[in-house]
């Protein structure tokens, strides 16, 4: 059985944090606010693969109020995500993604990016979709207020032997 998911991620850009994108620090003078480091790709694709099994959100999991993920490596909690997927007897199939940014630019990033999927995943790299694409200056990411993230994944039931 083949599963879809979808999911959407968005936070505001601040002086004083560090921008963590898929895993990966990237130099910037902001980074996004949040309760963990605010990863908005490791987010969406969270959100992707809970609703592709119907587990519910991230924030229903990982909640902001609660103090044990302040501050937490997203990373972490993609971990715990793919963990429950993996529980429910599916593994990833494949993966698109990307990342809304007017700045900063993000091309040579992705590379990294996708071999960190990759290994969370345990999949190979052509499994993993990573792009970047700008808003041309219009609305909250065009003004660089925010970097949002969209993520759509395909899951597959792990066949059992016997």
């Known amino acids: ?3 879809i998911g979808f999911g959407y ?3 505001r850009l601040v002086e004083g944090r560090k921008l963590i994108l898929g895993g990966v620090e990237i130099p910037f003078t902001k980074g996004l606010l949040g309760h963990s480091d605010a990863d908005v790709l490791y987010h969406a694709i969270a959100d992707a693969l809970l609703g592709a099994l119907a587990l519910g959100d991230i924030g229903r999991h990982f909640p ?8 937490i490596n997203s ?9 429950m ?3 429910q007897g599916y593994c990833l199939n494949n993966l698109d993604a990307v990342i809304v940014a007017q700045k900063p630019k993000l091309l040579p990033y992705i590379p990294l990016m996708r071999e960190n999927l990759a290994k969370i995943f345990k999949t190979p790299l052509n499994n993993i ?3 970047a694409t700008t808003t041309e200056g219009l609305g909250f990411t065009g ?3 925010g970097i949002a993230s969209y993520a759509v994944i ?9």
Do not use: C, I, P
Request: aromatic share 8%; charged share 45%.
């Open 9 to 11: 991620d968005v936070h």
């Open 154 to 162: 395909t899951v597959k039931e792990v066949l059992k032997n016997g």
């Open 75 to 83: 990373g972490y909690l993609l971990q715990e995500v793919y963990r």
């Open 143 to 145: 003004r660089e207020e």
């Open 129 to 131: 979709s990573v792009k």
């Open 1 to 3: 059985m083949l599963r």
């Open 64 to 71: 902001d109020h609660d103090e044990r993920f302040r501050g």
């Open 85 to 87: 997927v993996e529980e």
